[in-house]
Every structure is written in structure tokens, then in C-alpha cells.
């Protein structure tokens, strides 16, 4: 009879089993290079710097054309209409950033949708489409530093995208309103945006809706007004740095339950057709309690806001860590209550999401930690030792799959949950408790807010442990036969 956490792992194993009929998303087989080649921009007469295009992609292996390269945004200002009556959305972006180069254009990444007009730096910018990337040209080249606004109009019936190896990933129409959410892309189908964690904003996000539905998304709560005969304006703010594929919508009807924190804002939801002390409710009340207990394990809690949304959709069999407030599906607790999917997500909070990848073959850093964490709380509940959990997990592991750069096809596998799990808890193993901890708490503190490899990972572990751990991480992240275990 699976676990709780095994309930866990059944679902991301699942995910990991369509991955496996796998073919190439087709958004990553586009060439990233610009097929123009560099060129001398409008504004290069002005200067000697010759101004040339943003690349069409951050150049991450496994999803070259993911995000856009020559420039850094610092906040997107988003404004949202959502009717879903007809499933239309129009919105506007604002975006503040600034150019590490000198351009004569540059990319965002927006799928579906219609441009209607462009500005940069209120004047009026040139749009052109390709697939899944747009163009903006300003009407000068933007000097490399220079800060700059974007500000887009936009609207259309937003889709989500569908890969084989990843699922139906972004914007999803409900039968109640709307769900955006997936990984590790979701945003681009509902605003354009630099769609890599290498390049993470704070938002302000407002959302109008129909006046019985409500809007949720990441951050701090900025409360509703209303927008006109029968609509609501709904706002959001996250105020630390945030990967994109961590925003969120949920429109829909729910139950909202408003508290604080330890001082912060906490927004739980459930869907206003489900009991309110069904497992779904009652697990997600759990989330204070967890939050505590991580934080005594790995630091301080690193946003401004807590909470979760529970939501019904078929079609959405699994949870996700978007910031300061997770998204899960009901079908984690179908069979009772499930703490372990809590601790999951909220884990993320430190390991993924303030400390964000840089480039998605290290996925284990974010799963492998979160997959911990759920290790660690059913120690605390008394419910299994993590040293169990260790070797029972030892014991069915596949050493040929890697828990570092597991390929696109078993990026949500079980080499980078489970095996990414035991990685960590044999280097707890390997240096003791003090120095684990110390090491964890390293990490969230010192990238707070920010991104890191797995090298950078492993020169901090030496670190703080003072040991050469070349051989180590080799052996448990990518060896293809059974590490010794430590100790
Ligand atoms: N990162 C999620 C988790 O482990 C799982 C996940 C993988 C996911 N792909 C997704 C969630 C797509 C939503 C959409 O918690
Ligand atoms: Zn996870």
C-alpha cells in the first residue's frame, strides 16, 4: 500500500512515464541562433557601439530557445482581463529592464496571443512573430546598461503548450475559470516574458475577473476594487525575484481563507465545492506548521507571503512550488490527508525558488531537497526515520539514471527525485549533522533571491565541511553502479 510520500512519487513517476514516449518538445528544436545574424541597429548612428539583436534563447542545453538573451529584467507590471465566457484574455506588460548589451532589438517569449502595439520607452516599437518568439524594435538601439520599458498590448484565447515528454504545460481554461501553471515553461502563454530562471523579477500583477469568481496568483494580497459593472480587479504583488515558470493564475470559485503569518500574509484556497474539513482543506491548514518546521531545518523563510491553492481539474495531477504559494492538485489528497506533498512544496520555497536554477539539467538541487524535506517531516510526524526512507530507497534504485543532467525525457524522473534525495542525505552522512545543516543553510542564505549550479553547490560543500568531494558527487549524482554508503 503506497505511502503518503510514495503517493508523491507515484504522481512525478507518472509524469516521468509519459516523458518516456517521449519526442523533442518542439519549442527546443528551433534554432536559437538570429537567422539575420548581427546587425547595426537604428540607433548605431548615433554612437560607435554597434548595436546587434538579443539572442532568441539563454542557451540552456535542454531548452535552447527558452528565454532571451541581452537584457535583465527587474519587474513585470501585469494587467489581466480574463472573461471566461468567451476565454478571451487582453492584457498589458509592463517590463523594466536593462540592456547587457547594446541592441538594436530584442526577444520575448510569448506563445499564441496577438500583439496589438508595442512601446519602448513610451515610443512606439516594431513587433514581429516567430513561433513562440517575439521581436521587439525599438526605434533607437537600446546602449548596453541603458534601463529601459517595454510595455506590450496584448490578447487572444491563450492555449497551453503540449509536449509529449512534459505534459500540457500554462494556461488552461476550467470549467469555473482558469489555471496557469507547468514547468519548466508556463508564462510565455499568457505574457510575454523572458521565460528562464536565469532572469528572475519581482511582479505586480492585476487581474480582472468576473465580480463571483476570484483571481489568485503569487505574493502579497493588494485587495480587490471594482473594475466596472459586474468585474473585480484583483491584486498581487512579489516583491523577491521570481522564476517565471513560478507565476501562477487561478481564477475560479474558491474559498479564500486570509490570516497571517509570523507577521506575513497567508492566502489558502480551496475550491468553494469542496468541504471545508475534507483532507484537501485540512491538509492544506497544515501549511503553517510545515513552514515552521522548515525553516528550524533549513533558514529563514525567504518570502514576504505564505500560502496554497488547491484546485480541480482533471487534467492537473500534480502540485507545484509557484512562489509563496503552491498550487496542488486535488488528486493528492483523494486518498486522505497528505502532509508530505505540503512539505514538498513548501521545501521549493527555499530550493528552487529563492535559490533558483541556472540552468534546468540541474534539476536534482530543486527536487532531490523537496523530495528531502518530505523525508524529514515524516521523521518529525513520527511516521518513518529519513535513515528508512534512505535505504529503502537505496535498495530500488536504478543506478544507470542519473540524478544530474538526466536528460529533457527524465527531467521529473526518479534518478532526480529519489536518487537526488539520497545524494543529499548521504552527504548529510558523509559530513555529519552540524556540517549538513551548516551547508543548507549556507546555501539559502548566500543565494537568497538568486541562482546556483551544482558546482557551486559542491565548492560550497567543501567548503563548510573542508573535505575534496570531486569523488563523492560523482559517485552519487551520475555513477552507474551503487555508491558505498558512508559511515
Ligand atoms: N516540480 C513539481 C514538483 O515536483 C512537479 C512538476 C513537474 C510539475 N512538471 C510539472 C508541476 C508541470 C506542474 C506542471 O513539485
Ligand atoms: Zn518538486
Redesign the pocket.
Known sequence: MPSRSARVRAV?AG?ALVATLAGCPDRSARPVADPAGPSVGPGAGTAAASFAPGAAGVGDPYFPSYGNGGYDVANYRLAVRYDPDSKRLSGTATITATATAALSRFNLDLVGLTVESATVDGAPATTARDGAELTVTPAAGLARGARFTARIRYSGIPRPVHSPQ??D?GFLSTADGAIA???PESASTWFPVNDHPQDKATYDIEVTVPADLVALSNGVPGGTVAAGAGWTTWRWSERSPMASYLCTLVIGRYRIERSEHGGKPMVLAVPSNLPSNGPAARSLAATGTIVDYLTSQFGPYPFDSYGGIVVRDKRIR????TQSRPVYGEVFFDRGVNEGVIA??LA?QWFGDSVSLSRWSDMWL??GF?TYAEWLWAEHTGERRVQESFDTQYARTLWSKPALDPGRADL?GMGVYQRGALVVHALRMTVGDEKFFAILRAWTTERRDGNGTTADFQALAERISGRQLDRFFADWLTGTAAPPIPG
Open positions: 512525478a509524469l512534459l505534459g504545460n501553471l507547468g514547468e500534480y502540485a507545484l512550488e514538498h512544496e521549493h530543486n527536487e523537496a521529473f
